[in-house]
């Protein structure tokens, strides 16, 4: 990625500079790059199933490993967002929250 995508947009310049937020937005990137890694591993497993070109073993085990690695790292994605915009866990206590996070709730339902 360029300097230029590693930029936080935020009202609050306080934001941007604050180490703990940038550091789970960098968790949460790492995470969907797993994610990526696992759709890419059932797609591998998919195309080779279709052309034949792989024993249908190596296919199994494509799929197996993207299937075992996607809702992991989807799940970490979804608690990172949400311990930074400060929703509340499943224990009922509110987590820490950084200041002035924005609107980071996305479609991360569980």
């Known amino acids: 990625m360029n300097g230029e995508s590693n930029r936080i947009p935020a009202v609050d310049p306080a934001v941007t500079s604050s180490r703990r937020f940038q ?3 960098s968790k949460a ?3 969907l790059l797993a994610v990526f890694v696992a759709m890419s ?3 591998a ?3 080779s199933v279709i052309d034949g070109s792989e024993s249908p073993t190596i296919a199994a085990v494509l799929a197996v490993a993207g299937m075992a690695l996607l809702p992991i790292a989807w799940r970490n994605v979804a608690l990172l967002l949400e311990r930074s915009d400060g929703v509340p866990s499943a224990d009922g206590a509110r987590a820490e929250t950084a200041p002035a996070a924005g609107n980071l709730r996305l479609a991360l339902q569980r």
Do not use: D, H, K
Request: zero cysteines.
């Open 45 to 47: 497993a998919a195309r």
């Open 41 to 43: 591993l059932v797609a």
């Open 23 to 25: 550091g789970t937005l």
């Open 29 to 31: 990137q790492f995470w």
